[in-house]
């Protein structure tokens, strides 16, 4: 069985799910590269047999995933943008009252869509964020960025210009970073005594509980737990004090973490632990068995799509995900099952989707005319989708969703 080195701990990873060689998931050609021409890499996920933090074999270049032309807009979602809204409030009347020229930082703070509601308090902020082109768009905005990756250096000097942060923030990066501990290192230097690291990221109890493996691809380096991010926390001085289960982007946790010893953990922590611990989580026989479902999920995903190309129906997918990649190109659902994808992000649309070369359309023409079948890749928006497109179902049209599991709706 193939095996890596843990990120965390040093220990042994060993593979438990083997999803094939895979295309970078957030670079869509303008055109299908001829083949060979398109950079791959092999996708295996394994778990650490001393801290059992899952993890990725193989770590893909940085600089190839997240630069001038990274296209995921944080603010494509209303739900995302009202999630960001309610937390950057949530922080201001919470953790940051009472603090005197309080200060944040998000790491990955994309196309501003958290910190603009700081800005707009007034509130001191810097976002780290080296994918220069949306670093840019929330720059227009009012948002103060440094255009970086954030590692311990660069958290020294960022203390060495601003000063230390009360709250270092993060939504749905933290996760895409093999090299945690510098990160963890430079978010405890970065603190102010008291100040919390909090972050957000896919939970691995609900990627195993719902079979979606579409969230692993290059960029999810890392599956966390409260288990996983615990032992890690505390091998960088910080302890694991809070967490709270999300319902956005398909299950997600947020975790708080303060230095050790310095806050009580509250009582959800040692409560999501039990739960983890009970549900044999992190055991190779519960990984193995999500791999068996993976397998079967993908098999009856393509044995539909098929069966609709049999019967002559149009399947169109809607939402040019990263995570779709993994599934058209582990599945391998080409454009001989799916005509095209539609998409909102104008940086996705007139190009072809990574690997499977599905060209992205815009969104607005998913009407014309609609087809048959709808596949949701955005599946994790589906109560935005389905409710923007009523008019779809009411005409006749059909969704066909895959997480848990391959249904018509
Ligand atoms: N926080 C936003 C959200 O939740 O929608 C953006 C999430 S996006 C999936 C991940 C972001 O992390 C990208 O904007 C990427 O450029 C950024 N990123 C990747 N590595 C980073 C690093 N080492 N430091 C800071 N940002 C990083
Ligand atoms: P995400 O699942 O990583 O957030 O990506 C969602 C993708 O789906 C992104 O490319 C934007 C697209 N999208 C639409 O096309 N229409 C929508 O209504 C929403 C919410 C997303
Ligand atoms: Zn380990």
Redesign the pocket.
């Known amino acids: 069985m193939p095996e890596s080195t843990c990120r965390i701990c040093g220990g042994v990873v060993t593979m438990f799910l083997d999803l094939g060689r895979q295309p970078l998931s957030d670079v869509f050609p303008v055109e299908a590269p001829a083949p060979g021409e398109e950079f791959t890499y092999a996708l295996r996920v394994g778990t650490c047999a001393d801290c059992t933090m899952v993890q990725l074999l193989d770590e893909v270049p940085r600089e190839a995933m997240f630069g001038e032309h990274y296209p995921?807009?944080s603010s494509?979602?209303?739900?995302?943008r009202a999630h960001f809204e309610a937390l950057a409030k949530s922080l201001l009347a919470g953790e940051l009252s009472g603090r005197s020229d309080p200060f944040v930082v998000e790491i990955g703070s994309n196309d501003g869509v958290m910190l603009r509601t700081i800005a707009a308090e007034g509130v001191r902020h810097l976002g780290v964020e080296p994918s220069s082109g949306i670093a840019r768009t929330a720059a227009e905005q009012g948002v103060a960025v440094l255009t970086a990756f954030f590692e311990v250096d660069t958290a020294r000097a960022v203390r060495a210009e601003h000063g230390p942060a009360d709250v270092v923030y993060a939504a749905n990066t933290i996760c895409h970073i093999p090299y945690l501990g510098s990160i963890l290192d430079g978010v405890a230097e970065l603190l102010t005594d008291d100040g919390v690291f909090v972050f957000e990221d896919p939970y691995l109890g609900d990627i195993v509980a719902k079979t979606s493996y579409d969230q692993i691809y290059d960029e999810h380096f890392f599956l966390f737990s409260a288990t996983t991010v615990a032992d890690a926390a505390a091998r960088h001085g910080l302890e694991l004090v809070g967490v709270e289960r999300l319902p956005v982007?398909g299950g997600e946790v947020r975790y708080t973490l303060a230095r050790a010893g310095r806050r009580t953990p509250d009582a959800a922590v040692g409560e999501l632990l039990a739960q983890e611990a009970a549900a044999d989580l992190h055991s190779p026989a519960t990984l193995r068995r999500f791999a068996d479902a993976v397998a079967a999920n993908a098999a009856d995903l393509v044995a539909l799509l098929e069966r609709l190309r049999a019967e002559g129906a149009r399947v169109v997918a809607?939402?040019?995900?990263?995570?779709s990649a993994t599934v058209t190109n582990y599945a391998g659902i080409g454009t001989d099952l799916v005509e095209a994808v539609?998409?909102?992000?104008p940086e996705?649309q007139h190009r072809v989707t990574p690997g499977a070369h599905l060209p992205v359309r815009p969104?607005s023409t998913f009407a014309e005319p609609y087809p048959d079948y709808a596949l949701l890749?955005?599946w994790?928006?589906a109560a935005?989708?389905l409710d923007?497109e009523a008019a779809f179902r009411a005409a006749g049209g059909r969704w066909i969703l895959y997480v848990p599991d391959v249904r018509v709706v």
């Not at 494509?76 to 995302?80: A, D, E, R």
């Not at 539609?342 to 992000?345: A, C, L, P, S």
Request: glycine residues 8%; charged residues 20%; without cysteine.
């Open positions: 995921y807009r494509g979602s209303s739900v995302m982007h809607y939402g040019a995900t990263a995570k539609v998409d909102t992000t996705k969104a890749f955005a994790n928006h935005e989708i923007r």
